[in-house]
């Protein structure tokens, strides 16, 4: 592919040789002569004048140009690098068709152009939308909803009655829709299980990944809003409710009745506790633990999670903790020997 190929496509500005021809993407560091790749932030110039990358994509401002390099000039250098990525180097989903060894019940829906692989069960009553994929060894119980634009890859479950949007991700693994963990104790100290008979509401241009599980709400729903973003092994429990657009990392845990606001970021290992609220636009440190409802707008860090800036005076006493010990000692030796 030409260099003027893409600055054609993404109206990019060329300085050095627009015929200059890359057959792969890299990053700087493993970037080869023959690779495109990008420069968008200064902490990464030791590796940009190591790269042997010939084709490179930086900000419009750059100046530092060498004469064997071709450039492409841009206002967002790694937004541009996705998009070349998105369009020629995505690896292709190699299924089409419905695998004869699947079993769809005559009752269920299947829309135009759907792909389902090897060993998938369809429920009852299910509807699945048009453009749909669905990957090996799948199941899907009765009763459920699945839109258009769907990629479930392979070994997914999801439980009766659950509804799942539009351009939904889900990986190898996830559970949707199992049920929530919910006990009393009778008279003799013996767990009693609570029945679980709500669902779980997966909206539009969700991704959830591998391994995560979403319970079913004990009543009602368990909601996750357009555009979430779920990343592996991750908890939400019975009838928690998280807002459009937010991103949760790995081994985050949410107990039941949460609710979580819009256009959050949660780093990994996050456990809130049941019947919290977060407000919208909440940041969470990796490991923090919320124990009680947090505003929106703002960082929290550590556990007991608190505001930012007290988490940091917090810590550094702490780090000092010592050595202030050691003066106080000093100082009661003074005292008491007056």
Not at 220 to 234: E, M, P, Q
Not at 275 to 290: E, Y
Request: hydrophobic share 40%.
């Amino acid at each position: 592919m030409k260099v003027i190929e893409i600055a054609n496509l993404f109206n990019l500005k060329i300085v050095g040789d627009p015929n200059r021809e890359f057959i792969g993407v890299a990053n700087l560091e493993f970037a080869t002569e023959n690779d495109l790749t990008f420069y968008g932030d200064v902490k990464y110039k030791n590796l940009l004048e190591k790269t042997k990358s010939k084709c490179i994509i930086v900000k419009n401002d750059f100046t530092d140009f060498k004469e064997d390099v071709t450039y492409l000039l841009s206002d967002r250098p790694y937004v541009v690098f996705l998009m070349i990525i998105d369009k020629f180097f995505k690896p292709k989903i190699e299924l089409s068709g419905i695998d004869e060894t699947s079993f769809i019940p005559d009752s269920a829906v299947v829309g135009d152009n759907v792909a389902i692989g090897r060993n998938v069960v369809v429920g009852q009553n299910s509807k699945i939308g048009a453009n749909t994929i669905i990957f090996h060894n799948t199941v899907i119980g009765n009763d459920v909803e699945i839109g258009q634009n769907c990629l479930i890859y392979p070994n997914v479950y999801i439980g009766d009655r659950c509804k799942i949007g539009n351009n939904v991700i889900l990986y190898s693994g996830v559970v949707i829709g199992s049920d929530g963990f919910g006990y009393l104790r009778d008279e003799n100290g013996n767990h009693v299980k609570i029945p679980q008979i709500g669902n779980v509401i997966i909206e539009d241009y969700v991704e959830i990944g591998a391994n995560s599980c979403i319970d079913r709400a004990a009543l009602g729903s368990t909601i996750i809003k357009k555009g979430t973003k779920i990343d592996n092994l991750v908890q939400v429990a019975h009838n928690v409710i998280i807002g459009q657009e937010t991103a949760i990392s790995s081994q985050s845990g949410i107990a039941g009745s949460t609710k979580i606001g819009a256009y959050c970021t949660f780093g990994g290992q996050v456990g809130i506790a049941d019947h919290v609220t977060i407000g919208d636009k909440v940041i969470l440190g990796a490991q923090s633990g919320v124990s009680k409802s947090l505003k929106g707008n703002n960082i929290y860090m550590g556990s007991p999670a608190r505001e930012y800036k007290k988490y940091v005076v917090t810590e550094s006493l702490l780090r000092n903790l010592e050595q202030l010990f050691e003066k106080i000692k000093i100082l009661e030796e003074k005292v008491n020997k007056k």
